[in-house]
């Protein structure tokens, strides 16, 4: 299971500013899953949609199981600077096939997995601030039990390590919840910051919360005062659409530049733009 967004860092100042959530699921032998298996959602901010279910997506010639859902900034905005969503649905514990017979085998290595729940405090562990915790499922309560969930073989063939709540596992492989999370900044351009970093550039970013995180996608870094002689040029001059924590910006320039006092502008849409002076090196 996967789980990406066409745009992260979207404009809090408003309500209504909306990304795509797309999710592709295969099944243990990387091929696609049954039409109409259904992902469920759940997000600590904002609004998502409840589930969608797979269809097949065309890849050229080929058919990909996934399914994709409408995320909408709105209250609650999370006073942390991050909105956690997880994705989930029914499944098995991932293993590793050793004898590639296409099923799981007694012995094979694979990932227990417990009772799921949503990290909002990105602590990894379940605690009072996460306020979603699921004890049940659309089948049932597979795979959750009371002892430990061991750390995940490096043998077996996973990009992320699924959270359980501590003690949930049962130590035996079988059906579980397969999870997912992705995070987006509470990006508010009316917080929008810049400060100078010596012989680099600029940062750039929002506050207005305690974690800084990523400017608004579509933020625009540009130099307003290049000085006679020199050419100066802001790389990257756009804030693009995935970034979650405060972007660097190059700021270079060419001729009769060095020790020359630049001012550089961040900018989104008709919010008030912010400056820092910059010395050119």
Known sequence: MSISSTKYNLDWGLDGDT?????????????????????????????VETSCKTSGVKSGTSTISGCSVTFNTQD????????????WMDGEEAYRDVNGNGRYDAGEPFIDSGRIF???DNSLNVSPA?????????????????????????????????????GTCDGVWGKTLIRRTVTFPVSDPRHLQIAAIPNIG??????????????PAGT????????SGCTVVVSPATVGNTEIDPTVHKVVGTGTCSGQVVLVEAKFGSYSPVSASYTLP
């Open 118 to 120: 949503r990290d909002d």
């Open 220 to 227: 625009t870094v540009s130099v307003l005062n290049a000085p």
């Open 19 to 47: 990304t795509t959530i797309q999710i592709f699921i295969a099944d243990t032998a990387g091929n696609p899953v049954p039409d109409g298996s259904i992902v469920q959602f759940s997000s600590e901010g904002g609004q």
């Open 202 to 215: 600029v940062v750039v970013g929002t506050g207005g919360s305690s974690v800084p995180v990523a400017a």
């Open 76 to 87: 609650f905005r999370p006073l942390d600077g991050k909105v956690t969503i997880i994705a």
């Open 130 to 166: 996460d306020e979603l915790v699921i004890d049940t499922t659309l089948t049932g309560t597979p795979g959750i039990g009371s002892a430990a969930c061991d750390t995940a073989p490096a043998s077996v063939n996973v990009n992320e390590i699924p959270l359980s709540v501590a």
